[in-house]
């Protein structure tokens, strides 16, 4: 990937003054380790009248592949689809605003001991970059470069194929900014802006991700009319450090306004103690529901179905009214991070001998499940294909048939309450669908009668009275015995003489 940046100048001010204030000679092509390749810079001309510096990133896709983060939020979208192929190496992104943070560090602070008048004053600068992805094309890059100060911002669509004109245009742009700024300020807005139009950084971003924005977007970024969109963006749209940037913003907006320093008016609070009330994450309320309708069931013999990372059985085995808990998932390396989280290598004997982690599919019937008092599938039914649901139904409530099971998923009429969802999206890549209440009403309500139970609907989070709560739980309670000659004892267990699926097993999974 590459950017150039160019200047002009005259003999009392030669733009070659340029190399002082990036601190990288016109005379020498110099190369820098980054930690996903190897950034060089060299200048293509350098005379009084004008100069350009280059920088060229040439990304390793091996190092890319083991160091970045993958697919996930905030992850690279193209990247997910295959780690091999994709527009990293070539297209402008958070891995080439890294190399300029990293190979321009002193220029992006504004310091220069050499030419000191240079860097403090406007120069006439021009910036390219061939090829930009822009989600939210061209019009959206003006509105994010046009109130920074550019005298032109040119965005023109890159064609898929220019032998093929009728296939459109695609995704990226190629970006021509050109205006009087401070070599810093511009440094800084491409430093964020970069990552932002593309929607995705290569790595986790952390906490002090915000400290970055809020000093990269110093003296711009208060007053920008699309900060809100640059801050969620910037951040990988995880809205607890958006929140946070956003009010740090507007302190500044306040103390710039009345010409104050940010502490001045930032002294309502008394650091020694904590007064702020810190909202209960959702996972957490989630498990808080379960654990409630479980002890409310009477339950002391618990599945839970599509354990994961052992999040929930970690919970359970805290509580001694739960004498055994089996999780169950079909990832062997999910029950190894379980197994991991719970030190089961490490329990003592009777802690051991309540907990048991096994690898399974929900889809089939599976003899271990039977005989126990409830079974839990937490944000589990979504993650299957809708044709594979009836499977699981039946091997849940048809063959395990635990006296409670408690299910429960998102509920996607409050997905417009997410400001860092994009409309019309799932909250989790793999969420093959996302029911409304309605739907889930309809489906528990049909599945509680097919096989003998009773169903009610609890609300998990706070209940919106316009598109209600966040998660969704449905509390089934077994209603019916099971029939003599089913294959199954009076603790609902099958016998030796039933394990095979019956024609009238197969008839129910049928209809399902």
């Not at 849940?396 to 417009?416: D, H, M, Q």
Request: aromatic content about 6%; some cysteine; glycine content about 6%.
């Amino acid at each position: 990937m590459f950017l150039t940046i160019s200047t002009t100048g005259n003999q009392e001010r030669p733009a070659t003054d340029l190399g002082f204030l990036l601190h990288k000679h016109p005379d020498k092509a110099q190369t820098f380790s980054t930690s996903h390749g190897t950034a060089h810079v060299l200048y293509p001309e350098a005379s009084v009248e004008r100069c350009t510096a280059a920088l060229l990133l040439e990304v390793d896709p091996v190092a890319l592949v083991r160091r970045g983060k993958g697919k996930g939020r905030g992850g690279s979208p193209d990247s997910a689809l295959a780690q091999y192929v994709n527009d990293r190496p070539y297209a402008a992104s958070s891995l080439l605003a890294v190399a300029l943070s990293t190979v321009f560090k002193t220029a992006l602070q504004g310091v220069c001991s050499a030419r000191p008048e240079r860097a403090a004053a406007p120069l006439p600068l021009r910036v390219e970059v061939p090829a930009l992805p822009a989600r939210g094309g061209a019009e959206l890059v003006a509105k994010l470069f046009a109130p920074l100060g550019w005298t032109t911002v040119s965005a023109q669509p890159v064609p898929l194929d220019e032998q093929f004109p009728q296939w459109g245009d695609s995704r990226y742009v190629q970006l021509v900014l050109e205006g009087e700024l401070r070599l810093a300020d511009a440094l800084r807005q491409l430093y964020v802006l970069l990552p932002v139009l593309d929607d995705s950084k290569h790595y986790w971003v952390a906490p002090d991700e915000v400290d970055k924005l809020l000093r990269a977007g110093e003296g711009w970024l208060a007053e920008h009319p699309e900060q809100k969109l640059i801050t969620s963006r910037y951040l990988a749209r995880r809205w607890s450090l958006t929140r946070q940037a956003m009010e740090r913003l507007e302190l500044v907006r306040l103390a710039e306004a009345d010409d104050l320093e940010v502490e001045e008016i930032d002294n309502a609070v008394d650091e020694t103690t904590d007064t702020d009330e810190r909202p209960v994450p959702l996972a957490v309320q989630r498990r808080d529901a379960i654990l409630r309708a479980l002890d409310a069931a009477g339950a002391s013999r618990v599945l839970d179905l599509g354990c994961g990372q052992g999040q929930l059985v970690q919970a359970l085995l805290k509580n001694v009214k739960f004498t055994e808990i089996v999780g169950v998932d079909v990832s062997m390396r999910a029950l190894t991070i379980a197994s991991r989280r719970l030190k089961i290598d490490r329990l003592g004997e009777r802690q051991a001998e309540r907990v048991k982690l096994m690898q399974g599919s929900l889809t089939y019937t599976d003899k271990r499940l039977t005989g126990y008092d409830a079974a839990v599938l937490s944000e589990v039914v979504e993650h299957l294909d809708l044709p594979r649901l009836p499977a699981l139904e039946y091997a849940v409530f048809g063959s395990a048939r635990p006296r409670t099971v408690l299910v429960t998923t998102p509920n996607v009429e409050y997905n417009v309450r997410w400001e860092s969802l994009p409309a019309g999206h799932v909250r989790h890549g793999d969420h093959r669908f996302e029911w409304t209440r309605a739907e889930f009403r309809a489906w528990a309500e049909r599945v509680a009668a097919r096989h003998g139970y009773g169903v009610e609907f609890v609300p998990v989070g706070p209940d919106d009275p316009e598109v209600g709560p966040p998660t969704q739980m449905a509390v089934f309670t077994r209603t019916t015995q099971d029939k003599p000659g089913d294959g199954r004892d009076k603790q609902g267990r099958r016998d030796g003489r039933s394990e095979q699926t019956t024609p009238q097993d197969e008839k129910e999974a049928k209809a399902a």
